[in-house]
C-alpha cells in the first residue's frame, strides 16, 4: 500500500498469499511461519523476559503496574501480561510491524485500531498428566452471523487475533487449538464442541517455528492446549485489534456484503476491505483494501476496526 497524507503508515496488501487466505477462510485461522525476524524474535523475546524478571523483582508480580503494564495472571508455570504495549521498543515495533498491521487490515476488511497487546509465559508442570484425548477451555470472542460479513466472495470478521510464538512451539508445548471451520457455523458452542471430541480431526493445534503467526477470526471456536510434562516451557504471543461490528468506509463501501451463513465462503485477514481491481482478482476476489527448560513464547494482539 502507498502512503498517503492522510494515512502514511506503509503495509503490504496483499499480507496473504492467495493459498493462504483460502486457508483461513475453510479453516477460519492460517500459521504463517517466519512473520518475525531471527533478530526480531531474539528483541522481542529478551524484552518479555527482562520484563517478567522487573515484575518478580517487586515481589508481588499481580500488585504491581510496570510502564503501564500488569500481570493479569501468575503462578509457577504461568505469567500472563497484559498491556505490553508500552513495556519496550522492541515491543512497540512488534505492535506496529506493517505486515502483522495488514494480514489484520485484510481480515477485518478497513483500517483497524489495537484494542488489546498481551504475552504469555508458560512452562510445563512437571507433575501435570498428559491426556491422550484432553478436553480444553474452548471459547470464542464472537459468533456468527455477529462479527462476520462476506464480501467479494469471502469472510471477513471485524475481530481478529494474531499470536505469534517467540520460541519453537511443538505438538507437547499447549499451543492454541481450534475447531476448524467452527467461525462460519452459527449453532451453539456446546453442540459445535461435542462434534468435535466425536470426531477429533476437527481439532487443529498449531505447530510452528519460532517467530510465526497464526492469525484467525475470533468467530472461530479456540482454546490453549495444555503443555506435556516431559519438559518445560515459557511462551509469548502479540494480541491484534479486534471489533465485533463491521468497519465502515464511506468511500470504498464493502459491494454486497452480507452477514455470513455456515455455508457462505468468507474473507479471512486482520483486516481488509472490498473493491475491484486486477490485483484483488489474483487473491480470490479479496478486493482493495481501504481504509534445562525449553521456552515456548507467545505474544498477543488483538485488534478492532477504527471507529
Same mark, same amino acid.
Given at each position: 500500500?502507498?502512503p ?5 503508515? +506503509? ?11 483460502? *486457508?483461513?477462510?475453510?479453516? #477460519? ?9 531471527? &533478530? ?22 499481580? @500488585? ?50 489495537? =484494542?488489546?497487546s ?15 484425548? !484432553? ?9 456468527? !452471523? *455477529?462479527?462476520?460479513?462476506? @464480501?467479494? #466472495? ?6 481478529? +487475533? ?8 511443538? !505438538?507437547?508445548? &499447549? ?5 476448524? #471451520?467452527?467461525? +462460519? ?14 470426531? $477429533? ?9 519460532? #517467530? ?32 465485533c461490528? $463491521?468497519?465502515?468506509d464511506?468511500?470504498?463501501p ?7 451463513? !455456515? ?5 479471512t =485477514?486482520?483486516?481488509?476491505? =472490498? @473493491?475491484?481491481? $486486477? ?14 527448560? $525449553?521456552?515456548v ?11
Open positions: 500500500m502507498t498517503t497524507p492522510a494515512d502514511p503508515f +506503509k503495509r503490504p496488501f496483499p499480507a496473504l498469499t492467495s493459498a493462504q487466505r483460502y *486457508h483461513f477462510d475453510v479453516f #477460519g485461522y492460517v500459521v504463517i511461519e517466519n512473520t518475525l525476524t531471527a &533478530g526480531e524474535t531474539s528483541a522481542v523475546l529478551n524484552a518479555l523476559q527482562d520484563l517478567k524478571r522487573e515484575f518478580e523483582a517487586t515481589g508481588d508480580p499481580t @500488585g504491581t503496574i510496570i510502564r503501564n503494564c500488569h500481570v493479569s495472571g501468575y503462578s509457577p508455570t504461568n505469567m500472563h501480561f497484559a498491556h505490553v504495549l508500552e513495556t519496550d521498543p522492541a515491543i512497540l515495533d512488534y505492535v506496529t510491524n506493517p505486515r502483522l498491521v495488514g494480514m489484520a487490515e485484510e481480515v477485518v476488511g478497513g483500517i483497524v485500531r489495537l =484494542s488489546e498481551e504475552a504469555i509465559i508458560n512452562s510445563r508442570d512437571p507433575d501435570s498428566y498428559t491426556d491422550p484425548e !484432553p478436553s480444553f477451555g474452548f471459547h470464542f470472542g464472537t459468533r456468527p !452471523p *455477529h462479527g462476520t460479513y462476506t @464480501g467479494n #466472495g469471502l469472510f471477513h470478521s471485524n475481530f481478529v +487475533k494474531t499470536l505469534t510464538n517467540l520460541t519453537e512451539l511443538g !505438538p507437547d508445548d &499447549g499451543g492454541t487449538v481450534v475447531i476448524a #471451520g467452527s467461525h +462460519k457455523i452459527a449453532l451453539p458452542m456446546d453442540d459445535i464442541v461435542a462434534c468435535a471430541y466425536e470426531d $477429533r480431526s476437527l481439532i487443529h493445534q498449531v505447530v510452528a517455528p519460532a #517467530g510465526s503467526t497464526v492469525l484467525f477470526a475470533e468467530a472461530l471456536i479456540h482454546a490453549t492446549a495444555r503443555s506435556a510434562a516431559t519438559a518445560s516451557a515459557p511462551s509469548s504471543s502479540p494480541a491484534t485489534p479486534h471489533q461490528s $463491521r468497519p465502515t464511506t468511500k470504498n464493502a459491494p454486497n456484503s452480507s452477514p455470513t451463513s !455456515p455455508n457462505t465462503p468468507g474473507n =485477514s486482520s483486516a481488509t476491505s =472490498s @473493491g475491484a481491481g $486486477r490485483r484483488a482478482s489474483a487473491h480470490y476476489g479479496r478486493g482493495r483494501r481501504t481504509s534445562p527448560s $525449553r521456552g513464547f507467545q505474544f498477543i494482539l488483538t485488534t478492532l476496526p477504527l471507529a
